[in-house]
T-cell receptor, first 116, second 109 residues
Framework: DTAVSQTPKYLVTQMGNDKSIKCEQN?????MYWYKQDSKKFLKIMFS???????INETVPNRFSPKSPDKAHLNLHINSLELGDSAVYFC???????????????FGPGTRLTVL | GQNIDQPTEMTATEGAIVQINCTYQ??????LFWYQQHAGEAPTFLSY??LDGLEEKGRFSSFLSRSKGYSYLLLKELQMKDSASYLC??????????WGAGTKLIIKP
């Protein structure tokens, strides 16, 4: 029944490792997002995909690479993890189309990444 | 530039009314969202205003003035479960959302 799900919920890893976070939505939405929420609680958008096409790519290190195999999934792969990557990563989805951000976004539960 | 300003923290008493203000500045503005986020949880949608005026939804109401770049969220009959962060979010015409840092609302008995 979960609308937007993410795995894993917690991820603890060493600096330099490569890790992936998966996101799936069963709402039939067209658009999916990845956000990073740091210790100061700012939610910063990282990427957005609409029907498997990248539409937002904010200034994010190229160690972060999103992959959307279909419009229900948006995974985030992170290479060479750094201490500053420690944060909570939220996946979200919305039904918007044609470049209009007027629709509600539904969030996944978040993945708390800790890099040691 | 673009930015969202809202108070960092507010305290209110159970049963009372509180108003959380937000000012925004951004190009291509097309609507203002409010989200609620409990500690350790994901944000959840509360309201969306695209036209000027007040939108009422149960105990929560949201107001928008586009000419002033101003919005507020009004919470009535406060309950302890309303203790959370309230995020003001400006929507833009190019898919982007500009998120405020949130206002931490503390409810006291």
């Amino acid at each position: 029944d979960t609308a937007v799900s993410q795995t894993p919920k917690y991820l603890v890893t060493q600096m330099g490792n490569d890790k992936s976070i998966k996101c799936e939505q069963n709402l039939g939405h067209d658009t999916m997002y990845w956000y990073k929420q740091d210790s100061k609680k700012f939610l910063k958008i990282m990427f957005s995909y609409n029907n498997k096409e990248l539409i937002i790519n904010e200034t994010v290190p190229n160690r972060f690479s999103p992959k959307s195999p279909d419009k229900a999934h948006l995974n985030l792969h992170i290479n060479s993890l750094e201490l500053g990557d420690s944060a909570v990563y939220f996946c979200a989805s919305s039904p918007q189309v044609q470049g209009v951000s007027t629709d509600t976004q539904y969030f996944g539960p978040g993945t708390r990444l800790t890099v040691l | 530039g673009q930015n969202i300003d809202q108070p960092t923290e507010m305290t209110a008493t159970e049963g009372a009314i509180v108003q959380i203000n937000c000012t925004y500045q951004t190009s291509g503005f097309n609507g203002l969202f409010w989200y609620q986020q409990h500690a350790g949880e994901a944000p959840t949608f509360l309201s969306y205003n695209v036209l000027d005026g007040l939108e009422e939804k149960g105990r929560f109401s949201s107001f928008l003035s586009r000419s002033k770049g101003y919005s507020y969220l009004l919470l009535k009959e406060l309950q302890m479960k309303d203790s959370a962060s309230y995020l003001c979010v400006a929507g833009k015409s190019n898919y982007q959302l500009i998120w405020g840092a949130g206002t931490k609302l503390i409810i006291k008995p």
